[in-house]
């Protein structure tokens, strides 16, 4: 079966540095994204990634190995406002979205 | 990033009552929508998956006759739930993605309760 696993919650300290992580098992891969959820609002989009490597965008940065079913979303300088769900979500070869549980991320001051 | 509109926002009906949910791209072409729903705290489920012109795929366990979904254009798709009961009232989020495209845009969610 396919499967998505991300941790179900984190906490970190405001300012510092967070890594989120999603494992992923599915029939074949189109790509990878990580979505931001605050409670009671919809999914917003905060990468995309299909190839391997590190893809940084301000004080985000989401990195994917292929290989090994992997990727991470880093989060850095955290301020209180990114306290909020994380999704990762792949696209398998029929081209559906497959979703993980979510992250939900704490941040503390 | 494209721009995909949820109406309502929220909505509370009484039970056995029938409510629409309308989901519009508004700056592209949306062969395919996406309707999910999300529980307090859990995860989205993928209620079902349309194509422009087509009959909608539904996901195990989500009942095509209660949750009907219409796709009748590039740029809308609806999702109606009939008979609502109290078991019904969730979070129903569109998304919408062009042809070619690998990102689906996400509508704002409707937030419905029945009463």
């Known amino acids: 079966g396919q499967n998505i696993d991300q941790p179900t919650e984190m906490t970190a300290t405001e300012g510092a540095i967070v890594q989120i992580n999603c494992t992923y098992q599915?029939?074949?891969?189109?790509?990878l994204f990580w979505y931001q959820q605050h409670a009671g609002e919809a999914p917003t989009f905060l990468s995309y990634?299909?190839l391997d490597g590190l893809e940084e965008k301000g004080r985000f940065s989401s990195f994917l190995s292929r290989s090994k079913g992997y990727s991470y979303l880093l989060l850095k300088e955290l301020q209180m406002k990114d306290s909020a769900s994380y999704l990762c979500?792949?696209?398998?070869?029929?081209?559906?979205?497959?979703w993980g549980a979510g992250t939900k991320l704490i941040i503390k001051p | 990033g494209a721009v995909v509109s949820q109406h309502p926002s929220w909505v509370i009906c009484k039970s056995g009552t029938s409510v629409k949910i309308e989901c519009r791209s508004l700056?592209?072409?949306?062969?395919?929508m996406f309707w999910y729903r999300q529980f307090p705290k859990q995860s989205l489920m993928l209620m079902a998956t349309?194509?422009?012109?087509?009959?909608?795929?539904?996901e195990q366990g989500v009942e095509k006759d209660k949750f009907l979904i219409n796709h009748a254009s590039l740029t809308l798709s609806t999702l109606t739930v009939t008979s609502a009961h109290p078991e019904d009232s969730s979070f129903y989020i569109c998304?919408?993605?062009?042809?070619?495209?690998?990102?689906?845009?996400f509508g704002q969610g409707t937030r419905l309760t029945v009463v």
């Open positions: 998304s919408a993605r062009g042809s070619g495209d690998t990102e689906a845009f």
């Open positions: 700056d592209f072409q949306a062969t395919t």
């Open positions: 349309s194509n422009e012109g087509s009959k909608a795929t539904y």
């Open positions: 599915t029939s074949g891969f189109n790509g």
């Open positions: 990634n299909v």
């Open positions: 979500a792949v696209i398998d070869s029929n081209y559906q979205l497959i």
